[in-house]
Nanobody, 115 residues
Framework: QVQLEESGGGLVQPGGSLRLSCAAS????????MGWYRQAPGKQRELVAR???????NYADSVKGRFTISRDNAKNTVYLQMNSLKPEDTAVYYC?????????WGQGTQVTVSS
């Protein structure tokens, strides 16, 4: 059974930082492209950052220079370091694992940026 378990969300003030983690089980983690998506109220889910098995990354323009995605294949975990957070970063953040037609999602973790 595949499980993606996110953690690290919470309430933070503008300008603050959070680190999200996503621990995967039930997959050969190193084969999968891992991504972080987010969905704000009333908006569509959007890609935030993605890292493929070779380590190449891509980011949404809105988070470039502020967010960093990384992975630890030994721990089957992907991270999202979020710095200089803005109120518009408020959303539910979802972890995604994708490989040749197999696509899995975590349950999401809430990130709220507010003073």
């Amino acid at each position: 059974q595949v499980q993606l378990e996110e953690s690290g969300g919470g309430l933070v003030q503008p300008g603050g930082s959070l680190r999200l983690s996503c621990a995967a089980s039930g997959i050969i983690f190193s084969l999968y492209a891992m991504g972080w998506y987010r969905q704000a109220p009333g908006k569509q889910r959007e890609l935030v950052a993605r890292i493929i098995k070779g380590g190449s990354t891509n980011y949404a323009d809105s988070v470039k220079g502020r967010f960093t995605i990384s992975r630890d294949n030994a721990k089957n975990t992907v991270y999202l370091q979020m710095n200089s957070l803005k109120p518009e970063d408020t959303a539910v953040y979802y972890c995604n694992a994708n490989w040749i037609g197999s696509d899995y999602w975590g349950q999401g973790t809430q990130v709220t940026v507010s003073s």
